[in-house]
């Protein structure tokens, strides 16, 4: 990694300045991310990343069964981030919630919504596409769960 970064400095004269990890799981390799000891070599090559190429290293990982419970694995993860944004994809939009920010506010929510477009065309003529992220105006709220007053009875009517 660090070695492909230095080679598109070289090339382009332009510092890579993210570095995304996508997933922790996929690039953790043989190691046991529940494991302390495997989570803790994990974030050291992580650093050793950072600190070599200058960039921002963002470690993409997923929540366990329970989303309650927070991201998969050991605790050393959490421990050792200066920043943990939970994105969730809500009924109407998407929210990401800080839940942990080293030097500042946890808690702050932002609302927002994807909106697919297109970048080109392949050698086949077909389109490609990306998504960009727009602000929404109101934070997505969790659909609404139905209860037994909301609950309607439907009755079949033959004439």
């Not at 050793?48 to 190429?53: F, V």
């Not at 309607?152 to 033959?158: E, G, H, I, L």
């Amino acid at each position: 990694m660090i070695a492909a970064a230095e080679a598109v400095d070289s090339r382009t004269g332009i510092a890579v300045q993210l570095i995304v990890i996508d997933t922790l799981a996929r690039c953790i390799g043989s190691g046991d991310e529940n494991s302390a000891q495997y989570m803790s070599q994990f974030l050291a090559a992580c650093d050793r990343i950072r600190l070599s190429t200058g960039a921002t290293v963002l470690i993409v990982h997923h929540v366990g069964k329970s989303a309650q419970a927070g991201a998969r694995g050991s605790s050393a993860l959490l421990g050792a981030v200066d920043t943990a944004i939970e994105v969730e994809k809500l009924y109407y939009g998407r929210v990401a919630r800080v839940v942990k920010q080293k030097d500042g506010q946890d808690g702050i929510e932002i609302g927002f919504d994807l909106e697919e477009v297109e970048i080109g065309h392949d050698d086949e003529g077909e389109p490609i596409t990306t998504c960009v992220v727009r602000p929404a105006t109101e934070i997505a709220k969790a659909r609404p769960k139905l209860t037994a007053t909301r609950n309607w009875r439907w009755k079949r009517f033959t004439t």
